[in-house]
């Protein structure tokens, strides 16, 4: 096939990239009842990592350069590809968050992108800079069941493709619980409708006019059909295809719903899903379903210790034309993690967090709890080992946060049981002592860890004792959240990852507090050994 024309104005960074295919919200006035096959590719939860990075074990993983090419190698094999988005491009690395996402828009422009389904954190910014990224992409952004209050639609609901005869209509949906977990300063004047009633309405509008139904929800897959992608589907007849996001689900095959297929692509651009459409005379035939690895890698040892990276799946290069113009975005980070963001009246200490209360530990925490208030959470954790540097007395720049937490772990909100709090604080002597799961904890919280007699008493969360028939709300890292450092109790009950990464919280918290900081031991927790 041939390639698309790519020009890179330098000094702007400006990348444009001549369509490939032409767009036509509502065109066709009939299906065509073709057959033939379409490849449809997906991300989700791209959540601002348009360059390579470190994903522990693996270093130099995803990014849009090596993304590009994946999908370029794709498209010389076949004829009729297809490339959506689930939503969540906001919110992330720095090289994205200090430039309003541009870089990221910049690298699905270049790729070629078809549409991208609005997310809550598309929202986490004023609605004036979600205009300013539609007129930067060249891909229009959808969702059916966003309006204003006059009822007129924020973007538009769908789109419809043509694929040689072959019509596949493509309708965007997010969660309505976005005004719940978003500023009402943004989303209050915006009406959220019922995800089910919108993809009913939108499927009966389709129907007549397409082969192919495709919805492109940012809902989450969950366990049962109560919530997310799975309520929608197993409510609505129609939908060929529903290609999720939201919940960050690394799936290794396709679920299933009364005969639908939901995918996910996990997040962050670490996996591209491609599904494989078989149509015949205008009906879906056929369906196959599988993640593509963005240079993740296995790591193994050689017998001096080193460590030896084995690539899952293929290796993608960079594709070089859209690594230089982004890689200017990575310089200018350099210089604006120079920024003074406060100052210490004293030494915060690193070296005791993973054997006792520290001030730097409460202060991390007390940041993810601040961060969710409005989530109404009643306390965060932290494992001392995600703490890596000390914090001296004096200015801080941005870059110490950086180094105090190096890991890309976003704030996460987990719905525990009475019971299952109560096996977390039980949980705590079991910890060798000096390793990395060893808690700090959130204003609002007290109690006595016993290593002499292997329990945890005078328990106390916001002055109350742990009542066994409540459900708690806790802030945590995402690292915790999916059962890091053998918090296993954590992942099973509803989870809402906020997309902040916690040295963003960390550093926001600190203006919060007006810049200057003092280090703090309260008395939250009280160690006998």
């Known amino acids: ?19 490939f295919a032409l767009i036509a919200n509502g065109g066709g006035e009939v299906p065509l009842k073709g057959s033939g096959e379409i490849i449809v590719l997906h991300t989700n939860d791209f959540h601002g990592h348009p360059i390579k990075f470190f994903h522990y074990p693996s ?3 995803g990014g849009l350069p090596a993304i590009a090419t994946l999908v370029e190698d794709i498209r010389d094999e076949h004829p009729n590809v297809l490339l959506l988005d689930a ?3 906001n919110t992330g690395r720095p090289e994205s968050n200090f430039f309003d996402t541009t870089p990221d828009i910049i690298g699905y422009n270049y790729i070629g992108y078809d549409a991208l389904t609005l997310g809550n954190h598309e929202f986490d910014k004023p609605l004036a800079i979600l205009e300013k990224q539609q007129r930067l992409a060249n891909f229009p952004f959808i969702s059916a069941n966003i309006s204003y209050a006059d009822g007129t639609p924020v973007v538009e609901p769908y789109i419809i493709k043509t694929f040689d005869d072959i019509r596949v209509g493509i309708f965007g949906l997010t969660t309505a619980e976005t005004p719940t977990v978003t500023s009402p300063n943004i989303t209050g004047s915006l009406l959220f409708e019922d995800e089910v009633e919108a993809a009913k309405r939108i499927v009966a509008e389709l129907e007549p006019k397409v082969d192919i139904i495709i919805a492109v929800g940012h809902l989450g897959l969950y366990d049962d059909n109560t919530l997310g992608s799975r309520r929608v589907v197993s409510m609505v007849d129609g939908i060929d295809l529903f290609i999720d996001g939201h919940s960050h689900t ?3 095959e396709a679920v299933w719903v009364n005969e639908t297929p939901i995918v996910q692509a996990w997040q962050w651009g670490l996996h591209v899903g491609k599904a494989t459409i078989t149509v015949d005379n205008g009906k879906l035939s056929a369906f196959d379903w599988e993640a593509l690895p963005v240079n993740l890698k296995e790591v193994s040892e050689d017998a001096d210790g080193n460590n030896i990276y084995t690539y899952i799946g293929e290796e993608y290069t960079e594709d070089p034309y859209l690594l230089a113009a982004l890689i200017p975005y990575k310089n200018q980070v350099e210089v604006e993690l120079g920024e003074i963001i406060g100052n210490s009246t004293a030494f915060f200490n690193q070296s005791e967090v993973r054997i006792t209360e520290t001030a730097l530990g409460n202060l991390v925490s007390d940041a993810m709890l601040w961060e969710t208030e409005r989530l109404e959470v009643d306390f965060a954790i932290q494992n ?16 110490l946060i950086y180094e105090i937490l190096p890991f890309d772990n976003t704030v996460i909100t987990v719905e525990m049981t009475g019971v299952e709090v109560q096996e977390m604080f039980d949980f705590f002597p079991t910890i060798p002592r000096g390793k990395g799961g060893f808690p700090q904890v959130s204003k609002g919280v007290e109690f006595t860890v016993d290593f002499t007699s292997g329990e945890t008493r005078d328990i106390s969360i916001n002055g109350e004792p742990i009542d066994p028939g409540r459900t708690y709300k806790v802030a945590t890292n995402s690292f915790l959240a999916t059962g890091g450092d053998k918090y296993v109790m954590m992942t099973n009950g509803y989870q809402y990852d906020t ?3 916690q040295r963003d919280t960390l550093i926001d918290y600190i203006q919060h507090l007006g810049g200057s900081i003092t280090p703090k031991v309260e008395g939250r927790i009280t160690v006998i050994e």
Request: glycine fraction near 12%.
């Open 1 to 19: 096939m041939n390639k698309r024309i790519r020009i890179i104005l330098a000094a702007g960074l400006l990348l444009v990239a001549l369509p």
């Open 59 to 61: 270093p130099d993983v």
């Open 87 to 89: 939503g969540d491009l």
């Open 250 to 252: 690394n799936l290794s």
């Open 384 to 399: 001392g080992g995600g703490i890596r540097a000390d914090l001296p007395e004096g200015s801080i720049k941005k870059k």
């Open 499 to 501: 997309s902040r990464f």
